[in-house]
């Protein structure tokens, strides 16, 4: 047993609102609509969550390419299944924001002003994380600002596709080269010098190959997302321009057909 000078010197432990600073975190959800309206609660509750599952699958996303450097393949895969739940829960959540209907939104829609989804640069971050990079984002964020900087940095790095294509070559298969060293700061595009590479990937290594079909669920994941949000806009707003100076549902649609994993599709014929 231990001495009683001993226990009163042992550090006391958070509580559980102290931990998780709910106090702080409950302080943040601030309508700005007279009364205030009763659905704007809804509609920021429901995208400071948005916020906080994009912070959480970026750094799911940067310990995957850890394990995949460190050819952790098991690993990998079961963190790559926690980020396919995570896309499903942020698609399940649309449901919950379509219970407003489009006159409850346009009650408080005017105090949105300039504000608008499109600018969330932790979404733009997620983006050039999967390989759909576009330097000119950058210019949406001012110079030296925290968002910058991270985008910037975002951009320079490798995306998870260059990861992964390393973990290929270490695990045996025959990458080519320019694959392998091209310019990490562009998009990720189709290779059809990769996809004979692919191709002995799926027909000769199967546990290689599962990994691969994890990449394509969550291309198709976040593809579900994306759609899902264009017809909520669309139930929602219609047809009228977005917050922020957007085109809302038309600039949404131009974004659904664009996979992050083009050569994983395109190999689908050839199989």
Same mark, same amino acid.
């Given at each position: ?9 042992l ?8 931990? $998780?600073?709910?106090?702080?975190? %409950? ?11 009763h ?11 948005? &916020? %906080?599952? /994009?912070k959480? #699958? @970026?750094? &799911? $996303? *940067?310990?995957?390419?850890?394990? $995949? ?13 926690? !980020? ?9 959540q649309? *449901?919950? $924001?379509?219970?407003?209907?489009? @006159?409850?939104? %346009?009650? +408080?829609?005017?105090?949105?002003e300039?504000?608008?989804? /499109?600018?969330?640069?932790? +979404?733009?971050e997620?983006? +050039?994380? %999967? ?7 950058? =210019? ?9 900087r991270?985008l ?6 490798? =995306?998870?596709?260059?990861? /992964?294509?390393? +973990? ?15 310019? !990490? =700061? ?5 290779s ?8 002995? #990937? ?6 290689l ?6 990449? !394509? *669920?969550l *291309? ?14 669309q ?7 977005? =917050?922020?100076g957007s ?12 996979? !992050? /994993?083009?050569d ?8």
């Open positions: 047993m231990r001495p009683h000078s001993e226990l009163a010197i550090p006391l432990m958070p509580s559980y609102p102290e931990y $998780l600073k709910v106090d702080d975190l %409950l302080a943040l959800q601030r309508p700005l609509s007279e009364g205030p309206e659905d704007e609660m809804l509609f920021i509750v429901i995208h400071q969550v948005y &916020e %906080l599952w /994009f959480q #699958v @970026l750094h &799911e $996303l *940067d310990y995957l390419e850890g394990l $995949l450097a460190r050819n952790d393949g098991p690993r990998a895969g079961h963190t790559l299944k926690r !980020v396919l739940t995570i896309l499903k829960v942020m698609v399940a649309l *449901d919950i $924001l379509e219970t407003m209907t489009p @006159l409850e939104f %346009l009650s +408080f829609r005017d105090r949105l300039a504000g608008s989804g /499109f600018q969330s640069h932790q +979404f733009r997620l983006e +050039f994380a %999967l390989g759909l990079k576009d330097a000119r984002v950058l =210019t949406r964020y001012p110079a030296e600002s925290a968002a910058r991270n910037e940095r975002r951009l320079a790095a490798g =995306t998870l596709w260059d990861a /992964f294509l390393r +973990f290929l070559a270490a695990n045996g298969i025959d990458v080519p080269k320019a694959d392998l060293e091209r310019d !990490v =700061t562009r998009r990720v595009e189709s059809a010098e990769l996809r004979p590479a692919l191709v002995e #990937v799926y027909r000769h290594h199967p546990s190959a599962d990994l691969c079909e994890r990449l !394509v *669920d *291309d198709e994941g976040l593809m579900e997302w994306r759609y899902r949000h264009v017809k909520m806009v139930r929602t707003i219609g047809t009228r321009r977005g =917050t922020g085109t809302g549902a038309e600039y949404l649609m131009s974004t659904l057909d664009q996979p !992050v /994993f083009p994983l599709w395109a190999i689908r014929t050839e199989l």
